[in-house]
């Protein structure tokens, strides 16, 4: 089965700067992949995706990298707020979405 | 358009009671889901259904059992609720259940304990 996988599960910043969440997987079949992310006492919600064709796909003040090679991907947050803490998890997508265990963001004022 | 709602919101059972989890959505998806999440960790698949009239299981269905009631209604039942069931509860939908294309919208979760 899929293992997906992060490097950091507590991630601090300080607010304004930019963040980097990083993600691992397993499978190199994966196709296609999603970041949600979780606020406190809430469900997962979308933020952003990339198919496998893509290196590279811009949201609003989000950015996801992803290197086939090393089957890594990563989540950069520019400015970052207060708004952003909560944790974040990347799922490779396909029949089922396989979640990892999530990094937290800690925004510090 | 509430998008995805889940009753209860919370809920303490003993041992060995039952009780059904209700899930509803208003976006017109083909797809739900029940997942569960442990502390600090990320969400497990428990069952989906694909369509309307056809559930399936996922990475952790036991002691679990599902009815997609129609369209809008997904319903997740403990039978003999266990203190491992203890965890919070989440119910999703995606417009189809398509290979490489499956954003999934959840709702607000269910608390659960068993004591």
Known sequence: GESVGLHLPTLSVQEGDNSIINCAYSNSASDYFIWYKQESGKGPQFIIDIRSNMDKRQGQRVTVLLNKTVKHLSLQIAATQPGDSAVYFCAPGGNMLTFGGGTRLMVKP | ??????????????TGQSMTLQCAQDMNHNSMYWYRQDPGMGLRLIYYSASEGTTDKGEVPNGYNVSRLNKREFSLRLESAAPSQTSVYFCASSVEWVRGYNEQFFGPGTRLTVL
């Open chain 2, 1 to 14: 358009n509430a998008g995805v709602t889940q009753t209860p919101k919370f809920q303490v059972l003993k």
